[in-house]
């Protein structure tokens, strides 16, 4: 890891981040940007092979930025550093290609050695991000959804086996799968009606 994007409209966070990153691999040419706007010409005009970046920009989002990267730079290594840990920022943050996520709060010398990490196949990935996660999954499964009477498939239904889908490649991504003490891994989800009630919809999610 020698180029290295920090998008972070915060001078402190990214003079800590470019100490971080330094530690963990050494003399490193670490570029930061304050704004979206920064961050985009930035990654059109050179290949980053670390971008780390905060959610919140004053001229839009990094969950946004994290897609456009991808797109520009499919091999760079994106990761998520912020303050926040809400459920559906985090779930598209993977959606749109992030492969780790930070915490800010997290000690110099713990982010260091997450950082290391990604050379030896492990992504870097806060405890409260992994429990996060999870109470995604528990949130959507626990759901129960109505049958409108003839219909084969509600529309509420759709929404959820598209939301459990996207989870279940989620879990499946180097992200979440790769780590050493790994969460357990999706296989399989599906749908049924109950037989003692014709309007519950059951959820089944088998684990590995």
């Known amino acids: 890891m020698k180029n290295i994007l920090i998008v972070d409209d915060h001078s402190h966070a990214c003079e800590r981040m470019e100490r971080i990153v330094e530690k963990a691999y050494g003399p490193v040419n670490a570029i930061s940007a304050s704004t979206l706007a920064a961050a985009l010409q930035l990654s059109e005009e050179q290949v980053f092979d670390l971008a780390v970046i905060d959610l919140s920009l004053p001229d839009g989002n990094g969950e946004d930025f994290i897609k456009t990267l991808r797109e520009y730079s499919p091999n760079t290594y994106i990761v998520v550093a912020t303050i926040h840990d809400e459920s559906e920022r985090l779930v598209n943050a993977i959606k749109n290609g992030a492969r780790g996520f930070l915490l800010k709060e997290q000690s110099e010398e713990v982010l260091v050695e997450e950082f290391c990490g990604i050379s030896i196949g492990k ?12 109470s995604v999954i528990c949130d959507i499964a626990s759901q129960k959804q109505t049958f409108e009477e003839d219909v084969s ?17 989620m879990f499946k991504t180097p992200a979440i799968s790769g780590r050493s003490n790994p969460l357990p891994t ?11 009630c014709d309007n519950c919809l059951l959820i089944s999610i088998s684990l590995s």
């Open 186 to 196: 999706i296989m399989n989800i599906s749908f049924s009606r109950s037989v003692k």
């Open 153 to 169: 498939k509600s529309e509420s239904e759709i929404d959820i086996n598209r939301q459990l889908s996207h989870l279940t490649e």
């Open 123 to 134: 992504p870097p990935m806060a405890p409260a991000m992994t429990r996060r996660l999870m």
